[in-house]
């Protein structure tokens, strides 16, 4: 007999196949994008664009990853929301590490070129967006687990927010990074 929660998950298949190969193509452009410009990696000028590269590659693995985790066969709700609170606190950790990396980046060099850097506080709006991003999953996993009608609403809210921060995050890496 099939559980109102399978019915409910039932009815987003389509939807999750649709996401999961947006964010597995964009992913795969990011790749591209990346491959094309090996050089921007290697210039110390731009050091702080392999983070924002690995930032947005979290932004469209995180989709993937919660498509293909919707998209398996579940009984109970418990087997979607243990995924997502994991996603949710390695995504929190690595846009952590990342913000870390740039405050790092911006101390180096001169000392009059140390402390808070202009534009600064982009990297930190960035930083923070994709953090609460994968702080939203957590929410969408007790929401899940409560039974909430609208959790899968709220899950495509935060999948869209993170596929979103990635193609903005990408197009400010490709187009800000400098390098030729």
Known sequence: ??????AELDQWEAYFGFVGTGAVTLAALLFVAVSLRLNIFRDEN??????FARLTLFCFLAPMVISGVALMPHEQPLAVAIPLFVLSVVGV???????????KLSQAGPIEN?????????AWVYGGIVALAYLALSVAAVMLLAGAGIAFVFLAAV???LLLAGTVNAWIMLTNAGGT
Do not use: H, N, Y
């Not at 731009?46 to 983070?51: E, G, L, R, T, Y």
């Open 1 to 6: 007999m099939e559980t109102a929660f399978q």
């Open 46 to 51: 731009v050091a702080d664009v392999k983070d």
């Open 93 to 103: 950790a690595a846009s952590m590490l990342i913000a870390r990396e740039w405050v």
């Open 114 to 122: 140390r402390g808070f850097q202009p534009g600064q506080w982009k």
């Open 159 to 161: 999948e869209g927010w």
